[in-house]
């Protein structure tokens, strides 16, 4: 037991402050994505309901192939080919090769995978919407962007929040992935940790029981996001007959 205290130690030789580095790491990411995969989903999910067909085409075969392909994969050509793409077009430029920074790479790179996802979440959420709030706020005049603000965002949240609670989850646990391209998060300080110690067992329990805290913490709060969403809303109750 001593041993184990030593290992996860904060301070050197210890390796716990690597391992909360790391989750540090890979919280930021993670919540970069998931912004990010809202900000895609949300106008993925107008324009597949109120794009025109070719809109909806582009928008199908972007949501079609991120779902089918494994994130592994889609990690891999986003974040090489992405990075190739981007030093092209600077050089082409005049600029040079540019350093991509390994947070804004995993940002960029996890919330194309998220924003997928979060189009067909916040799709179905919309259309859950009662038609006649909608219809109400064109009779006002309310122009798009006011009525997406006033009417269309508050009245979805109910639908949305089980879903990107979800969506949210897998974020945090997608971030491991990202261990293939050598940044440093969570998975990666562990596996570091465990090669250097031979203290696998120790080090990878560790790690599960850090990603346990946060999913018990972001149940939580999702739990108190989805209560006060639903507050006026009519509840379902059991009729006794």
Known sequence: MQEVIELLSLSPPGWGGNLLRGLMHSLQIALGAFG?????GLAGACGKLYGGPITRDLLAVYTTVVRAVPELVLILILYYVGSDLINK????????????????????????????YATEILRGAIKAIPVGQIEAAR???????????????????????????????????????????????????????????????????????????????????????????????????????
């Open 36 to 40: 990010f995969g809202l900000v895609i």
């Open 89 to 116: 077009a600077s050089e082409a430029m005049g600029y040079g090769r540019v350093q991509i920074s390994g947070v804004a790479a995993g940002i960029w790179v996890l919330g194309i995978v998220q924003g997928a």
């Open 139 to 241: 009779a006002f005049g309310m122009p798009p962007l006011m009525m997406l603000r006033r009417v269309m965002i508050p009245a979805m949240m109910s639908f949305a929040i089980p879903g990107l609670a979800n969506l949210w989850l897998i974020a945090t646990k997608d971030t491991a992935l990202l261990a293939v391209v050598g940044f440093n998060e969570l998975t990666q300080e562990t596996r570091q940790a465990a090669s250097s110690t031979r203290a696998y067992f120790t080090f990878f329990l560790a790690a599960g029981a850090l990603y346990l805290i946060v999913t018990l913490l972001s149940a939580r709060f999702f739990a108190r996001l989805e209560a006060w969403a639903r507050k006026g809303q009519p509840s379902l109750r059991t009729v006794k007959v």
